[in-house]
């Protein structure tokens, strides 16, 4: 009947990062329909913030002149539980300011969140750019619109990062993921 | 009208926009994605393209308006439109918007006024469709009716063509 996973650890939590109101609303559904837990922002600078980095902080020259400054550390557990346990990000290509390309760039570049798996989305179809999409780190590019069989496909990728997470903090197992959808 | 002959009659206005182009399979998936916990999806959606839309209209009529069109703005506003009526899978205005952007790109002023306005044509006219089919879909639900869904396979009977470009 389509039932939610409980929401507990078992669940992934997907960040969506679109500046276009309707295609947040419709990647939102997409993913609760397939039992994401979801946080949907408007832009990559909300996005970052949502993830405790500090817009300055992926940016590998400024990071040294501001690590004095700045009473925040940049170390890896504290950005993890600021990032409310994202286990994938999925973002449009084309938003203004920060771009999807520019926002994959900087995940890329952090040490806390280098290892979420990134999703580019556009509405237009041109090779150069997602070449250039995947071959910088992203795992998936999706044209818009995106459909549920798009959706479908992220949970390989989601797979892949739970197994890694399984000796970390996490409490949840792959047992307890495959018995809760019955 | 009992409720079947409502749905009937729904489901047949529903199949015409399909056929006359006004929808194409996106629609479809919209009401996909419409169950018992979110009963009111299409409608929200549906909702949300005619203001985002109302606002673009408004934006590019006085982006256009100007003595020295800024015309990067203008296309700005036509791929902003372009997204959201093809993610409601409103074909018509999203295929205008696609020959407004190719006019854009040559600076040609009185080709994009003229796409302007039929744009401006299109939205209205599946405005005035979607209103009056999801009015129907009301009136099921007021009597006691489900509202039936149109098979995914009705869209490929129609046309071959997947529903991206």
Redesign the interface.
């Known amino acids: 009947m ?1 039932m939610a996973i409980d929401r507990d650890d078992t669940q992934f939590h997907v960040l969506a990062v679109d500046d ?4 947040r ?2 990647i939102e ?2 993913l609760k ?1 397939s039992s994401f837990q979801v946080t949907a922002v408007d832009s990559g600078s909300k996005a970052l913030e949502f993830l405790g980095l500090n817009n300055n902080d992926a940016d590998d020259e400024e990071e040294y002149e501001q690590r004095d400054s700045n009473t925040e550390s940049v170390s890896s557990d504290e950005d993890q539980d600021l990032g409310l346990g994202v286990n994938l990000i999925i973002t449009d290509y ?1 938003m203004p300011g920060m771009t999807g390309y520019d926002l994959l760039k900087k995940i890329k570049k952090s040490s806390s969140f280098k290892d979420i798996p990134v999703v580019i989305m556009s ?1 237009e ?1 041109i090779p150069s750019r997602i070449n250039r999409c995947l071959e910088d780190g992203a795992e998936e590019f999706f ?3 995106v ?2 069989s798009d959706v479908n496909k992220l949970r390989p990728h989601l797979m892949k990062g739970r197994s890694k997470d399984i000796d970390s903090s996490h409490k949840t197992t792959s047992t307890r993921l495959i018995t809760s959808g019955n | 009208m009992e409720v079947g002959q409502m749905q009937r009659r729904l489901v047949d206005y529903t199949k015409s926009l399909f056929m006359e182009g006004f929808l194409d399979a996106q629609f479809l998936q919209l009401q996909q994605l419409q169950d018992e916990s979110n009963p009111d999806f299409v409608v929200e959606v549906v909702s949300l393209f005619f203001d985002d839309s109302e606002k673009l209209l408004n934006d590019l009529t006085m982006a256009l308006d100007q003595p020295n069109v800024d015309f990067k703005k203008v296309d700005a506003h036509v791929h902003q439109l372009k997204g959201s009526s093809s993610s409601i899978g409103a074909q018509r205005v999203k295929n205008a918007c696609i020959a407004f952007r190719s006019f854009c790109e040559e600076h040609n002023i009185d080709a994009t006024l003229r796409c302007l306005q039929q744009v401006k044509q299109e939205y209205y006219l599946v405005k005035n469709k979607l209103e009056t089919m999801l009015r129907l879909e009301q009136q099921i639900v007021a009597a006691g009716g489900s509202i039936p869904m149109i098979e995914l396979g009705f869209w490929r009977t129609i046309n071959m063509k997947g529903g991206k470009e």
């Open positions: 389509g276009s109101l309707i295609d609303k419709l559904r997409l329909t084309c509405s179809n044209l818009k619109p459909q549920l």
